[in-house]
């Protein structure tokens, strides 16, 4: 976490207004809740959302919450696809001229993968690139950032504010990291589950039931997550701590850290989302 990220945890957001409340942006709204942020405060934009917190407010456009709206959000969310986000920009562009009011004192936060902040520029307002990911929902996530720097930095305060609420936040140097922080975090805990998914298969082929081998393989992976966690310790000597020479440990490893292993294979992944990253923008895409 950076020095900044760490200063945010002090400032206060009044209120949120999250366009697009599918699985990134529910996740979000389910943490903001859990660190005690008021349901009021928050205001989603979406045309057919999953069920709602009690007191959260939903309008099925914009327009509707424009109508409703009594002054500006400190944020606003665009918690969006990639491909939904050129209609949306023009949009918020022409309410931000029409009734400044709204939304003048904002600033946003995008989290739609691979549109730039040249295409976020249209909306008249201060944008923020912002990569969070899904254990956000239960406070445990990290996002990443990344502002130009005339975004002045009380607008970076407040949306890194507003994500620090979830987990923890990093400062990027580049707008282009946006893209390898998508495909090493934001896509990462799907890596992580299906280690545990191909564990649980490798237990189940080998003679376990599938109950046995589920409650095996996941606890393992929770454990050793929270393991990692409180200890501090880095991966490479937690993974030493549990391995013997020539033990069965030892064994294993030298298939999974072998030729074409996990290094290999993960590099490959990470690469393939990045890239897939700076594809996005304008495509059907279902991620």
Not at 51 to 69: C, E, I, N, S
Not at 247 to 262: E, R
Request: with cysteine.
């Amino acid at each position: 976490m950076t020095e900044r990220a760490e200063e945010a945890e002090e400032e206060k957001v009044g209120s949120i207004l999250l366009v697009g409340a599918g699985r990134m942006g529910g996740a979000l709204l389910e943490g903001w809740l859990r660190a005690g942020m008021d349901p009021a405060a928050i205001a989603v934009v979406d045309p057919a959302p999953r069920a709602l917190p009690a007191g959260v407010r939903h309008h099925p456009d914009l327009a509707a919450w424009a109508q409703a709206a009594r002054e500006s959000p400190d944020v606003l969310v665009l918690a969006i696809k990639p491909q939904q986000a050129a209609p949306l920009i023009t949009e918020l562009a022409e309410l931000v001229r029409g009734q400044p009011v709204r939304l003048g004192g904002c600033v946003v936060a995008s989290i739609a993968a691979g549109v730039p902040l040249a295409a976020l520029a249209g909306i008249g307002l201060p944008v923020v690139r912002a990569m969070p990911n899904l254990p956000a929902g239960v406070g445990a996530g990290i996002t990443a950032l990344f502002a130009e720097e005339e975004v002045a930095p009380a607008s970076r305060r407040r949306v890194e504010a507003a994500f620090a609420l979830v987990g923890a936040v990093v400062w990027l140097a580049r707008e282009s990291d946006i893209d390898l922080a998508t495909a090493v975090s934001g896509s990462g805990p799907a890596y992580v589950y299906a280690f545990a998914e191909a564990l649980e298969k490798a237990a189940v082929r080998l003679g376990f039931t599938p109950r046995l081998a589920a409650a095996l393989a996941r606890q393992t992976v929770i454990g050793a997550a929270r393991l990692m966690a409180e200890s501090g310790a880095d991966p490479a000597r937690l993974r030493e701590e549990v391995t013997s020479p020539g033990g069965t440990t030892a064994a294993a490893l030298a298939v999974l850290q072998g030729a074409g292993g996990l290094d290999d294979l993960c590099t490959r992944a990470v690469a393939a989302a990045a890239r897939r990253a700076e594809e996005l923008f304008g495509k059907d895409d279902r991620s």
